[in-house]
């Protein structure tokens, strides 16, 4: 599409129809929920349409998605992506794989497959990080800013990811598990 206000109106109609009927959502209802009309909520579905950014922003607020939501293009509605197009790499014979095929708004998601007696140094991240360490299988130890757990199946260890950090499988068999990072927007 070329960015004419035809196309952008066409976009927001099919956006916004598939946003509300994927809610399980009439007219009617989220006219009500969201204080705008339901002739609104109609001309927007119809693509006739030519809203302000005080609708818009009402729109998005009752579908709860962002702006760029509303006015992206239509993308598939799912995509299989083969293990072979996900990133995998090999740190002291850990092997760390993304779960997600492309980049998430501070957000990391790994499985990590330890073989036995394997152990590697976590990278510290920005200030203010979240890192979620979850054991799927075996035994995994983490060292994180001076303190030891040890995790067995099941377990999650919520901790500082701007801080020295190590993972360890102490066991004899494959140990798994999954980091997901929260990283801290840095303000500009």
């Not at 004419?4 to 007219?27: C, G, W």
Request: charged share 20%; aromatic share 6%.
């Amino acid at each position: 599409m070329d960015g004419s206000s035809e196309d952008l109106s066409a976009r927001l109609a099919a956006n916004v129809k598939q946003l509300r009927e994927a809610r399980s959502l009439t007219q009617e209802q989220i006219s009500r929920s969201s204080g705008l009309p339901r002739a609104t909520w109609a001309n927007v579905e119809s693509g006739a349409a030519n809203p302000t950014l005080a609708v818009l922003h009402k729109l998005a607020h009752a579908l709860s998605v962002s702006f760029e939501e509303l006015l992206a293009a239509p993308s598939p509605s799912a995509k299989h992506y083969p293990r072979a197009a996900l990133h995998e790499r090999e740190r002291s014979g850990v092997i760390v794989r993304s779960l997600l095929p492309h980049k998430v708004p501070n957000m990391v998601l790994e499985r990590m497959e330890f073989p036995p007696h394997a152990r590697f140094v976590g990278t510290p991240h920005t200030p203010g990080t979240r890192e979620y360490l979850t054991c799927e299988a075996g035994q995994i130890e983490l060292i994180a800013s001076g303190e030891r757990y040890v995790l067995a199946v099941g377990d999650v260890v919520v901790f500082r990811g701007d801080q020295r950090h190590s993972y360890a499988n102490l066991g004899k068999s494959t140990a798994v598990g999954y980091s997901t990072v929260v990283l801290r927007p840095i303000d500009v």
